[in-house]
């Protein structure tokens, strides 16, 4: 038995869709612990891309068993057209390759309509979220009257509950934010049907995950955005609904930490966010913009531009600190080639002291001033190197330098977007 979490070490969009679809063929279920739709998973195999908002990405290797466990807030029609298109293209043809936990959260239409009408209310003030009800959703998850996925297979309760939850929600969009009501007939129907149409995919994932490691089997753990988007560890309120940290594997997947062997954290060779809220080693001058080209910083999700910056090793020793992590997948290598200095942010100046280490306030990270050390970048095309030896030397001594700041191996290094546009250095599955 091996388990391995893979999370994001940084704003989210760090490429873990690729991380995951490469070690999936090593481990025999996938699971996702946390999130919504607001995250989009980008994966390139033989030249064709996907975008995955919700399904894991290791659905695209045959053979592993993939699970959405009870931490995950679902969009019931984001899921099955996810769900369509892959069994359109032959890559989910059995049921059985995806287990949804009936005890996963379900965003309703109300919820994506308040976070949109919230974001609007708050105008200069909003922080940037997707529109797409996460918040909401697990508002309504911690205030104890959430519609969780089995309540879909229940039609007479089912009304019930909405027709409770249509009160206060509906009230809120037509007195507070002027928009239409939610008819919560025409959404019992649409319920309904989500359920008719979700029941083979539904399951208790907990239990498959315990038989799983009863059995010795290896499990990957898929997280969704990244370390500084967690509710709890990240750039409050700048963040998002859920914990994406790696203890969050335990509560949103039902497995206890003894479990856990291995923590890789995914990041890029550089830095991206997306929305508002602090980001110290933002570029806002051309190299920013020579970054954000070179690298189609674009959200997976929603299309936005991403901010580009260098790589903050004052985050990436936070994200150590707080996740465990015993590896680090560095992605995105290749975008660098080109720049004949790239920065690299060792610790910041605030108030006129020096810290290795990452505020706790939010005030502190905007007052937050980079101190920035510089190396030699290098110009060849590295999208065709296989091995760390075999990068030019400039290249090697950049990601060597990143190992030494964070003081954590690299397994991976990522010289390109296809599954094969790898360096692996050792498999944190232990092949």
């Not at 064709?48 to 969009?75: A, F, K, M, Q, R």
């Not at 089995?150 to 934010?177: G, I, M, W």
């Not at 707080?322 to 004949?340: E, Q, R």
């Not at 990068?391 to 190992?403: C, G, H, S, T, V």
Request: charged share 25%; net charge negative; with cysteine.
């Amino acid at each position: 038995m091996s388990t391995v979490i893979a999370v994001g070490a940084q704003w989210g969009d760090e490429g873990k869709g690729k991380i995951v679809d490469w070690l999936t063929p090593r481990a025999e279920l996938v699971a996702r612990f946390q999130g919504g739709n607001n995250a989009g998973h980008t994966v390139v195999v033989d030249g064709e891309t996907t975008v995955l908002h919700v399904v894991p990405s290791g659905i695209l290797n045959d053979g592993s068993i993939n699970l959405i466990g009870p931490g995950v807030v679902i969009d019931p029609a984001t899921l099955l057209e996810e769900i369509d298109a892959l069994c359109e293209r032959g890559v989910l043809r059995d049921p059985s390759r995806l287990r949804v936990s009936g005890r996963a959260h379900v965003i309703l239409p109300w919820h994506c309509a308040l976070d949109k009408a919230r974001e609007r209310a708050a105008g200069e003030h909003s922080i940037g979220t997707t529109g797409r009800g996460i918040g909401p959703t697990y508002e309504d998850k911690v205030a104890r009257r959430g519609v969780r996925i089995a309540d879909l297979l229940r039609p007479e309760s089912l009304r019930e509950k909405l027709e409770e939850l249509s009160k206060a929600k509906n009230f809120e969009l037509t007195q507070f934010h002027d928009e239409e009501t939610i008819d919560v007939e025409q959404l019992h129907s649409q319920a309904v049907e989500w359920g008719k149409r979700l029941e083979p995919y539904v399951d208790h994932t907990g239990r498959i995950l315990d038989r799983a490691l009863k059995a010795g089997k290896s499990v990957l753990f898929e997280g969704a955005q990244g370390t500084f988007l967690d509710i709890d560890h990240g750039t409050y309120p700048f963040v998002t609904s859920s914990n994406c940290v790696a203890g969050a594997v335990c509560t949103g997947s039902g497995v206890g930490p003894t479990k856990i062997d291995r923590v890789l954290g995914i990041t890029k060779a550089y830095t991206t966010r997306v929305g508002s809220g602090p980001f110290p080693s933002e570029d806002h001058g051309e190299m920013g913009e020579a970054l954000r080209k070179a690298g189609s910083e674009f959200g997976a999700t929603t299309g936005r531009p991403r901010r580009c910056g260098w790589f903050d090793a004052v985050v990436a020793r936070e994200a150590v600190t707080v996740n465990g992590l015993t590896d680090l997948a560095i992605n995105k290598l290749d975008v660098l080639s080109g720049f004949s200095e790239i920065p690299i942010a060792t610790a910041y100046r605030i108030d006129g002291k020096l810290t290795l280490d990452f505020p706790m306030t939010l005030d502190e990270v905007i007052r937050a001033e980079p101190i920035y050390e510089s190396m030699p970048g290098w110009s060849e095309d590295i999208r065709s190197v296989r091995r760390l030896a075999d990068l030019p030397d400039n290249a090697r001594r950049y990601i060597e330098k990143l190992e030494a700041l964070v003081e954590v191996p690299a397994a991976f290094v990522s010289v390109g977007p296809g599954r094969d546009e790898t360096i692996a250095m050792h498999d944190p599955f232990g092949g």
